[in-house]
T-cell receptor, first 113, second 111 residues
Framework: AQSVTQLGSHVSVSEGALVLLRCNYS??????LFWYVQYPNQGLQLLLK??????LVKGINGFEAEFKKSETSFHLTKPSAHMSDAAEYFC???????????FGTGTKLQVIP | DVKVTQSSRYLVKRTGEKVFLECVQD?????MFWYRQDPGLGLRLIYF???????EKGDIPEGYSVSREKKERFSLILESASTNQTSMYLC??????????FGPGTRLTVL
């Protein structure tokens, strides 16, 4: 079985501040992990993915995430928030060899000017 | 640039109607997925297909069926729409290893 928990359905940060969105996963086999972003009235697009290579993964728009097996975490960070980062972010897990992806419930990021 | 298109952005139907949501991908991907998205619940998998004419139930298949007659097209069918099926429906395509590519979504309202 696989599952994802995203802590905090809403996160607010000031423009220029650090962004930290939390994701913890559960998987019985080595996982593939993803972060997606959804802007209003749009579908999801991939920010970054972990597929068992480097544990620190860099994505688009200055985001990165670190896979920590001991903590079963895959938190998303960005050093300096921009107004355009306001969106909903989804963490997702796929257990190796299994085609189904399980998504978290999402975190809405608000950026305050 | 990969693309997944959905037949409608907004759809309004009446209770009891049969509803078809169409999805087309131009990526030649084996897998296609239908999700529904509701506030506070994230994305929940309805059905997915890993090959033409093949389908598997996801987490919430009740009240839905699917059809995949061609590799690029995956249809979601609501046999008799109900108000609790009012939601955002997202289609995605993907290969065996990597990420999924999503369409823009169809916001369905059932009155």
């Amino acid at each position: 079985a696989q599952s994802v928990t995203q802590l905090g359905s809403h996160v607010s940060v000031s423009e220029g501040a650090l962004v930290l969105l939390r994701c913890n996963y559960s998987s019985s086999v080595p996982p593939y992990l993803f972060w997606y972003v959804q802007y209003p009235n749009q579908g999801l697009q991939l920010l970054l993915k972990y597929t068992s290579a480097a544990t620190l993964v860099k994505g688009i728009n200055g985001f990165e995430a670190e896979f920590k097996k001991s903590e079963t975490s895959f938190h998303l960070t960005k050093p300096s928030a921009h107004m355009s980062d306001a969106a909903e972010y989804f963490c997702a897990v796929r257990s190796g060899g299994y085609q189904k992806v399980t998504f978290g419930t999402g975190t809405k990021l608000q950026v305050i000017p | 640039d990969v693309k997944v298109t959905q037949s409608s952005r907004y759809l309004v139907k009446r209770t009891g109607e049969k509803v078809f949501l169409e999805c087309v991908q131009d990526m030649d991907h084996e897998n296609m997925f239908w999700y529904r998205q509701d506030p506070g619940l994230g994305l929940r998998l309805i059905y997915f297909s890993y090959d033409v004419k093949m389908k598997e139930k996801g987490d919430i298949p009740e009240g839905y069926s699917v059809s995949r007659e061609k590799k690029e097209r995956f249809s979601l069918i609501l046999e008799s729409a109900s108000t609790n099926q009012t939601s955002m429906y997202l289609c995605a395509g993907g290969d065996r290893v990597n990420e999924q590519f999503f369409g823009p979504g169809t916001r369905l309202t059932v009155l």
